[in-house]
């Protein structure tokens, strides 16, 4: 059941897409059939939910605070949709990964049975992968590694990981050309990238299912990866560029 089937546009959703600071499209996509917001108003709640550790209630009275009514429910079947696209649009307009990844994996409880979160990311901090899986051995290893494989198209220069044994079996398997180091304090990155997931696990109370965490940890890094602008290292009107750049990006991916 569509909670938010309706016929038409209607000048009314029409005026509350400017009230968002967004530019309203007369004749959505496709991707946008039979629904009855228009599509800036449903591409900026999806943004909201990636972007910031946000309930589908907090983007609810964000959007009511705009003079746009719509419910919960909605937000929720829109996060589920049209995040999945929105994810593989930005995955296949990303600008690349650099040659060194550093791969780790920590524990999350969904049902009261402990999954591992694998994540790797390169050098510029860009998460390049991120999976769920049951297990962390050797064969779990292996898999997370051909996905690497897959979606980076090469072997990388070098890959950067805890003492755990399931790397060094898939290193040997899989990228045996590639460097591996294991030094102590060295993989502080890809631990570090793990704070992201507590936060957003946190905001939802717990992942309800392997498949939520899954959609939304995947979601939340192609968005974490577009706005990866390395503050810290830059001016603040190349900063300020960069931000503009990205969402510009984000609206190519949405359109």
Known sequence: RDVERSR??????????????????TRPMNTYKRHRFPPDII???????HRFNLSHRDIEDLLAERGITVSREAIRLWCIKFGAIYTRRLKRKHRGYGDTFYIDEVFVRINGKQHYVWRAVDQDGDVVDVYLQARRDGAAAKRFFMRLLRSHGSEPRKIVTDKLRSYGVAHR?????????????ENNRAEQSHEATRVRERGM??????GQAQRVLGAHAAVSNLFNLGRHLIGAKHYRDLR????????????
């Open 43 to 49: 591409s900026y709640a999806v943004w909201l939910y």
């Open 244 to 255: 503009v750049s990205a969402f510009a990006e984000r609206s190519k991916a949405v359109a």
């Open 205 to 210: 109370r717990k992942f309800k299912s392997v």
């Open 173 to 185: 398997e899989l990228v045996p050309e590639a460097i591996h180091s294991t030094q102590q304090y």
């Open 8 to 25: 038409g546009l209607g000048d009314v959703y029409k005026r509350q897409a400017k009230l968002t600071g967004q530019n309203c499209q």
